[in-house]
């Protein structure tokens, strides 16, 4: 369980999108407002940001609460971007591999968070475990539910999958190995933004042109912001942003992607 939220913009202090406003994902992470499992997520936080003509992001990680970091402050209000993804966690278990487990997962240009939990891991996708190349596991960053699903992710993403139909295709297989599981994912490439609503709030602002936000929940109270329906997939750039289903947004069916819901 977590907050999270991703940004593509104009280049501005990290601080404008995540500490200034009222409802900041700073203060979600001990007062969010929409959050549907877990009330305080102060085990550890992240964020992953794209410097100008440098296509791999930067990361900043910590264990513990984002209130309680020194030198967040400091950091987020110097350091510009117009790329970002921010996540505030709630641990599914306590403790598991401290800043490892922190999101954003990182690989190459991508930048990557899991909003939920798979119940009963790892017993319950063992049977996915097979799928991956033993490279890949070895690997993995945490020993936790959510860099397993970014393993997921990540291997689609390497063996040519687009992004969209790389998360769908994730929550479904994970889903149908954990029903109850909850599998809000975001993405970015600085790029682009793709993320699925399954199990947890989810809400876009899309200034066309501009600036697009992906994120858990609002941060401030503008009334441009609009709900994503659950089990639904997003796909966002500058330019807008595109919902579809989650169970159409297969790789095999690239005419099944085009979306339900444009917004300009």
């Given at each position: 369980m977590c907050r999270h939220l991703a940004c593509l913009g104009p280049e501005e202090p990290l601080g404008r999108l995540l500490v200034d406003p009222a409802h900041s994902l700073y203060r979600q992470s001990w007062a969010p407002r929409r959050q549907r499992y877990g009330t305080v997520n102060a085990d550890g936080f992240g964020v992953g940001w794209y410097a100008p003509e440098d296509p791999q992001p930067a990361r900043y990680r910590r264990a513990g609460p984002i209130w309680a970091d020194q030198s967040f402050a400091d950091l987020a209000r110097v350091v510009r971007a117009g790329a970002l993804?921010?996540?505030?966690?709630?641990?599914?278990?306590?403790?598991a591999d401290a800043e490892a487990a922190a999101a954003p997962f990182a690989a190459g240009r991508w930048l990557f968070s899991h909003n939920g939990a798979v119940p009963d891991w790892p017993r319950s996708v063992a049977p996915l475990a097979p799928l991956l190349p033993p490279a890949d596991l070895l690997a993995m960053e945490a020993r936790t539910d959510s860099a397993f699903v970014w393993a997921l992710v990540l291997h689609r993403l390497r063996s040519g999958t687009a992004p969209g139909p790389a998360l769908a295709e994730t929550v479904l297989q994970v889903a149908e190995a954990a029903p109850a599981a909850r599998l809000n994912l975001l993405l970015t490439d600085g790029s682009t933004i793709a993320a699925t609503a399954w199990g947890d709030s989810l809400f876009y602002l899309s200034e066309p042109g501009h600036r697009t936000v992906v994120a858990s929940?609002?941060?401030?109270?503008?009334?441009l912001w609009r709900e994503v329906p659950d089990r639904t997939l997003l796909l966002a750039s500058r330019a807008g942003v595109e919902l579809a289903p989650v169970e159409h947004a297969r790789a095999e069916d690239p005419a099944s992607v085009s979306p339900k819901e444009p917004c300009t």
């Open positions: 993804l921010a996540a505030v966690r709630d641990a599914t278990l306590a403790g929940e609002p941060y401030d109270d503008d009334p």
